[in-house]
């Protein structure tokens, strides 16, 4: 079973649509957060979400703006999508929303958004 | 703030060779330390990670880090490359217990294996 999925894995969308990312864990984690991989691999956390509670909003265009209808759901939804939102976004999970030894955080395998 | 800086973007090494890719971390207390590996077209995959104890650190497919606070340097490092350890790998850095879990990566190194 995969622990942390997100869907679609490919979305090619024109400048100004609206898209929505989703993404699940069934490790019963607590706490979420989406990243950013520009085109030069640089990562980079955009949100993070504990048990549907935002707590980290780095700083990002109010176009983004992410839901958490349960704490094993986080979703990533972008209004009027531009060229540079081209990127690989993904999504990740840990036990809690502190550092800890043992709380590591889990990937998913990725969103390639590409804006034409 | 915590920072991490990986020298070089590009890493090419003959199967079979030391594979040694360079992490530096900038920190006021020690923080904890990650390095991940990115396969093309996957996600992001823990290697290994120092939190506390032991500063030498194993990982899986063979590889270790050593943690050296006077260097404030996490270098990643397998013995022989296999042609499979090609990807791209990533340092990260969090702070310590109590602190938000939150990852700051390093700009990330491309490991190239040749015959």
């Known amino acids: 079973d995969t622990a942390v999925s997100q869907t679609p894995k490919y979305l090619v969308t024109q400048m100004g649509n609206d898209k929505s990312i989703k993404c699940e864990q069934n490790?019963?984690?607590?706490?979420m957060y989406w990243y950013k991989q520009d085109s030069k691999k640089f990562l980079k956390i955009m949100f993070s979400?504990?048990?549907?509670?935002?707590?980290i909003n780095e700083t990002v265009p109010n176009r983004f703006s992410p839901k958490s209808p349960d704490k094993a759901h986080l979703n990533l939804h972008i209004n009027s999508l531009e060229l540079g939102d081209s990127a690989v976004y993904f999504c990740?999970?840990?036990?809690?929303?502190?550092?800890?030894?043992?709380?590591?955080?889990?990937f998913g395998p990725g969103t390639r958004l590409t804006v034409l | 703030a915590q920072s991490v800086t990986q020298l070089g973007s590009h890493v090419s090494v003959s199967e079979g060779a030391l594979v040694l890719l360079r992490c530096n971390y900038s920190?006021?207390?020690?923080?904890?330390l990650f390095w991940y590996v990115q396969y093309p077209n996957q996600g992001l995959q823990l290697l290994l990670k120092?939190?506390?104890?032991?500063?030498l650190v194993k990982g899986i497919n063979g590889f270790e880090a050593e943690f050296k606070k006077s260097e404030t340097s996490f270098h990643l490092t397998k013995p022989s490359a296999h042609m499979s350890d090609a990807a791209e790998y990533f340092c990260?850095?969090?702070?310590?217990?109590?602190?938000?879990?939150?990852?700051?990566f390093g700009t990330g190194t491309r490991l190239q294996v040749t015959l």
């Open positions: 990740a999970s840990s036990r809690t929303r502190l550092a800890g030894a043992y709380n590591e955080q889990f």
């Open positions: 490790l019963g984690h607590d706490t």
């Open positions: 979400y504990n048990n549907k509670e935002l707590i």
């Open positions: 920190s006021s207390v020690p923080p904890y």
């Open positions: 120092y939190t506390t104890g032991a500063t």
């Open positions: 990260a850095v969090s702070g310590r217990t109590g602190t938000a879990s939150k990852l700051t």
